[in-house]
């Protein structure tokens, strides 16, 4: 066999039918961009939970309002006033939750600020100083609020860098004055540059005060979240469940079915971010799976089409001296040549997608997203078209390699 | 001197359902540079006669000794070998590769063989000159006329260097005159010592061969030494 001809060979026959041979590679194409984009995006997402893991920590404990939603549009069962100042005072209280090593409650809205003629519209959040240290992030400039200042109703606040910038532009912040809901709060801190961090901003936020957010900018006297910090990650479990018994008694609440609050650990909320992402990697290969099997099929018609095409052809090989080895090798590595190009545009189509999603979930979700194609990926995804077009192109090799060359040439 | 091509009793029946008996056991020899025509109305098995000695087809009955060994001792792979290495075969419908150049044409039956590639240029060009057609290497099949074509057909047929030329209705596609400049090339090549083997229906071609077999319903009717008519007259090459 001379190896150089058998694949000019194979080449000159899907180029004789170009159209024909692009349209048939187009299963494949799919296939193996969806590949490449589980890959590539399944890495970027578990890059992303890891680093939350690292800011958040592993002792958290999230406490929300309402019953768990079950979905995204159960969402709204969150928005409810069952968490109060009375609970926090329950769980602080050692023979509650004795593993409890802070406590912080959040109320949470969007409201407008204002700075003389500019307006910006962040995310408040009304939190105690505790803030930094559970979320682990800590003004670039100035500082947080004090104790003194969250029980004295304080007029205070720390922004976002987003929100500095929307704000002051340039000029320095620290010090100025910026009206939230007519009312005049001093930035006593700016936070550095972040980014998305769980399911929070941190350049687009405003803190201040929880009992001022409370009072004068929200007008509610419940808690949007409590936040905890077990005193180790040993004890989280234990936490959780003192957490659930306290409230439960506190809201006389028997039939834990019936809980107006749900806890949430790190580690379950980690569950459910990647529950989400396996989700759309079940999907995505899901697409994968078919695209690939309906594209093989389209390789095996197509190349069953051109065997029956090129009878004469196979006919004259043959009688020239050509083996059925020769003709089955000749078909296919034209039935392999056809699903690699595929794999290649397919891989290339790929990282061009992901690094769009990259990029849209890095600048306009700013999430701190790291685009990156897995070499694994690009191994895999032409592994498996060379795969395919062995697997769909052996029978209709077979069937050219069979042919008689005296029927071959007797066709008309 | 050995016979290169030798039938005993050579039998042939195609068994699809129904039995057809296309060869009744013929008998008869070709010796090295012969040039053989074989005659015989549509059906008579002159067709299926050509397959068999072309290694294209078995046969059922009888035996058939190529260079004195028996087909049946060849397997498939066998008797590919012999084809690509023995033989050379001109076809009716030319059989020429489309948007293929001439060149790649004629390098063919190489691709199959043995030979070393880069022998192979050289010796496609000695074939392509051989048949006056140097000047049309690079061409397309579509782009050449129909005598111009079968003269490639030819050429690559000569490229390996065949023991034995085939040639199957070789005429059949082509007017008169082209026919003509066919016939007097695989003269030439006979002159220069080739065995040919010639199937046709037409008196004229047949005329060129210096041994007329005449076929019909399955056996040979006439076997015999053909007076040369057109022996060098009015001849393409002088």
Known sequence: MHIKYTVKTAFRGLTINKMRSFLTLLGIVIGITAII??????????????????????????????????????????????????????????????????????????????????????????????????????????????????????????VGSKVKDQLFGNDSALGQRIKIKG???????????????????????????????QQYIFGIKYFNRIVVEADSEENVNRTVNDIKITLRNNHNISDSSKDDFF????????????????????FLAAIAAISLFVGGIGIMNIMLVSVTERTREIGLRKALGATGKNILIQFLLEAIMLTTMGGIIGIALGIFLSFIVSFILGHYLALVWQFSIPVLAIILGLGIATLIGLVFGIYPARKASRKSPMEALRYE | ???????????????????????????????????????????????????????????????????????????????????????????????????????????????????????????????????????????????????????????????????????DEPTGNLDSKSGSQVMEILEKLHIEGHTIILVTHETYTAEY???????????????????QKHKHQNGFFK
């Open chain 1, 37 to 158: 984009l589980i890959m590539s995006l399944g890495q970027g997402a578990q890059n992303l939970i890891l680093s939350q893991i690292q800011s958040m920590g592993p002792k958290v404990i999230a406490i929300a309002p309402g019953r768990q939603p079950q979905g995204i549009t159960d969402m709204l069962s969150t928005f409810t006033d069952s968490l109060k100042e009375k609970d926090v005072a329950e769980l602080q209280k050692k023979n509650n939750v004795p593993h409890l090593a802070e406590i912080m409650p959040i109320v949470f809205g969007s409201q407008t600020a204002v700075y003389e003629n500019e307006a910006y519209r962040p995310t408040i959040l009304g939190v105690t100083g505790l803030f930094t240290k559970i979320y682990n992030i800590y003004p670039s400039e100035g500082r947080i609020f004090t104790d003194e200042e969250v029980k004295g109703y304080a007029d205070v606040v720390i």
């Open chain 2, 1 to 167: 001197m050995t016979a290169i091509i030798k039938a005993v009793k050579l039998e042939k029946t195609y068994r699809d359902e129904i039995e057809t008996i296309a060869l009744r056991g013929l008998d008869f020899s070709v010796e090295k540079g012969e040039f053989i025509s074989i005659m015989g109305p549509s059906g008579s098995g002159k067709s299926t006669l050509l397959h068999i000695l072309g290694f294209l087809d078995r046969l059922t009955g009888g035996d058939y000794l190529f260079e004195e060994k028996s087909m049946n001792d060849y397997s498939d792979e066998g008797l590919a070998q012999v084809r690509n290495e023995k033989m050379g075969f001109i076809f009716q419908a030319f059989n020429l590769l489309p948007r293929t150049s001439v060149l790649e044409n004629v390098k063919l039956p190489l691709l199959y063989s043995d030979v070393k590639e880069s022998l192979w240029d050289e010796m496609a060009l000695k074939a392509i000159d051989s048949v006056g057609m140097s000047h049309r290497k690079d061409y397309e099949p579509a782009h050449l006329s129909g005598g111009e074509k079968q003269r490639i057909a030819i050429a690559r047929a000569l490229v390996n260097n065949p023991s034995v030329i085939f040639a």
């Open chain 1, 263 to 282: 806890v949430e650990t790190q580690a379950e909320a980690l569950k459910m971010v990647s529950s989400i992402t396996d989700i759309f990697t079940l």
């Open chain 1, 183 to 213: 009312k005049n709060f001093r930035i006593i801190g700016i936070f550095p540059k972040t980014g998305q961090v769980s399911f929070l901003n941190f350049d687009d936020i405003a803190i201040i005060p929880y009992t001022t957010a």
């Open chain 2, 209 to 227: 061969a210096h041994r007329l077999i005449k076929i019909k319903d399955g056996l040979i009717e006439v076997d015999q030494i053909v007076e």
